[in-house]
């Protein structure tokens, strides 16, 4: 069975940094990887992508040069790191997984940004 869990969030201050994972219960060798956000009271949004051998990657403009994706397939885990964080960077954060028409979601992990 394909699940993903998330890991990594918490509370941080503004200009602090975290890094959050993504693990897969099985290889993810050829699933393309998103990481998206949703802040309280506001629609889900893509913030970050990467292909499955992670030779390309994608930023959303509110986090490009701050956040960096990365994957490591033999650990089967994408790598979100988050520098700079500011206060509407809170928000429950999902990663997915996508093969084809095979979409699978994470729980989420919360990162709260507060001084």
């Known amino acids: 069975q394909f699940e993903l869990l998330e890991s990594g969030g918490g509370l941080v201050q503004p200009g602090g940094s975290l890094r959050l994972s993504c693990t897969a219960s099985?290889?993810?060798?050829?699933?393309?990887i998103g990481w998206f956000r949703q802040a309280p009271g506001k629609e889900r949004e893509g913030i970050s992508c990467?292909?499955?051998?992670?030779?390309?990657?994608n930023y959303a403009d509110s986090v490009k040069g701050r956040f960096t994706i990365s994957r490591d397939n033999a650990k089967n885990t994408v790598y979100l790191q988050m520098n700079g964080l500011k206060p509407e960077d809170t928000g429950v954060y999902y990663c997915?997984?996508?093969?084809?028409?095979?979409?699978?979601w994470g729980q989420g992990t919360q990162v709260s940004v507060s001084s």
């Open positions: 997915n997984a996508q093969r084809y028409n095979l979409l699978y």
């Open positions: 990467i292909s499955s051998r992670g030779e390309s990657t």
């Open positions: 099985v290889t993810l060798d050829y699933y393309a």
